[in-house]
């Protein structure tokens, strides 16, 4: 059972699901007249999709992630109103909601691992990022709660420092009583180090950090050195983080902390935070490119919804599903005997896939994302709770959520791969394998010598470069060589899928 936070009465806003069809049916209506360039069918102008304002459209979450989402998450993104929108309050709620789940757990590695999630939201200024902001409200209510009851705790600090003062010279002295710690859910970004690991161990070492603009987490970076940053890798794994305080002359031990990061800004605001392509942070976030798209929208329609009083609600909802969760003892979940080879299977494919595209430096993404699956399943899977008023100590991932997840994660790999190679490298050789890649997805399922060598040229490669390319691809197994000089794409039925 989970003690760190009181329980409060609250009303359970019961609100009506709505379906994401008729969202996506709108926003395909929209792309037929004016849909911009699919990175796919771009092979003239790959280069320029390296740019922040290139026309080139990353890939949005397929429609099959929408369907039959947890009741509570249908509503959170019912007021999307374009794919992007859907997918960055599906990836913002997800990582908010993860960070209070305090006693759903699984085992990953052998070891004991929570839902806690890294999002950055990266987008150009106007693409319509600020609907994150709303995930905030979701999990506003714990925030609350918890400093209620760290100003009822200095109150009754304050009446016992009275007490304590006026019996300090006489026999019947009381003890001098403890000074209470700043309780709360929310961690402010713009911390020194050794602030930010403070506020963490008075709350037990959970903590959510939601930023709407990158740079407040940069700024507290150059303040702290590579403290903040080292502390930050370690939270994600849940690793033990020790600090000292100069003013008590204490050292402190955080032995698992729980650390969850929402945070959005432009591409350029990506890189003040993680410097080159081999910070260790940068395998440790989720990362979603959102597409700007040249449509207006009209702010002044009177008909637009009142989004805080929505949200708030259903942060009030939440609430309650939290309280409930804290009186239950631990949870634990996990996945399906069948589920857990296709895990394997499907990430040994995805990391062969880019070790012959990104190179060693992308595999540590690869392997985390492995991770961030796990926790994706797990959080969904709690979410279910909500639906079926289950809270059995065994929590089994559904088949359909998990396929979920993979669908998730080979798009989210693409963005991951898409902002690594905007990251300065060492050499040049990053820059070179995305235009690889770029090569790969640019080739049909079926196609010969004379088809590849002509996209090389359209994408300004020598031809002996491209020979290399379909040379490196067959050995990886990504391309198929079959008889008289044709080949498949074996990479096309995985898009596909």
Known sequence: MNNRHPKLSVMKHDMEAITTKDIREKQKSKEQGARGVELEDCPTTQALCLMPSAPCLLPTFPDSVFENLPTFLQKVVARSDSNEDLDMMLLGSLVTLGSCLPNVFGKYGGKKVYSNLFLFISAQASAGKGNLVYCRQLVNPIHEALRGQTREEKEEYKTGMRQFDLLKWKEAALPKPEKPGEQMLFIPADNSASGFFQVLSENDGHGLVFETEGDTLTNAFKIGGGHLSEGLRKGFQHEMISFHRRKDNEHVEIPCP????????????????????????????????????????????????????????????????????????????????????????????????????????????????????????????????????????????????????????????????????????????????????????????????????????????????????????????????????????????????
């Open 258 to 497: 729980c650390i969850s990061l929402v945070l959005s800004g432009t591409h350029r605001q990506v890189t003040f935070l993680i410097p080159d392509a081999e910070d260790g942070l940068f395998s440790r976030f989720i990362f979603y490119l959102m597409n700007l798209r040249p449509e207006w929208k009209d702010m002044l329609d009177e008909n637009i919804e009142d989004m805080e009083e929505y949200f708030d609600a259903l942060g009030q909802e939440f609430f309650h599903f939290y309280n409930t969760l804290c009186d239950q003892p631990d949870i634990r979940f996990s996945l399906t005997k069948e589920q857990h080879k296709e895990h394997t299977d499907f990430f040994i494919q995805l990391q062969d896939k880019y070790l012959a595209l990104q190179g060693m430096h992308f595999m540590a993404t690869i392997r985390r994302l492995g991770l961030i699956a796990f926790r994706l399943a797990m959080t969904l899977s709690a979410l279910r709770m909500m639906d079926s008023g289950n809270f059995s100590q065994k929590l089994v991932c559904s088949d359909s959520d998990f396929q979920r997840v993979l669908s998730m994660i080979r798009v989210l790999v693409q963005h991951s791969s898409q902002v690594f190679s905007q990251l300065p490298a060492i050499n040049n050789s990053v820059k070179l394998r995305d235009k690889k890649e770029q090569f790969l997805d640019q080739l049909p399922e079926k196609f010969d010598r004379p088809d590849y060598i002509d996209l090389a040229k359209s994408m300004s490669i020598q031809e002996r470069t491209a020979e290399r390319y379909i040379t490196s691809f067959c050995n990886k197994g990504l391309i198929f060589r079959e008889q008289m000089g044709t080949y498949t794409n074996l990479t096309i039925t995985e898009r596909k899928e």
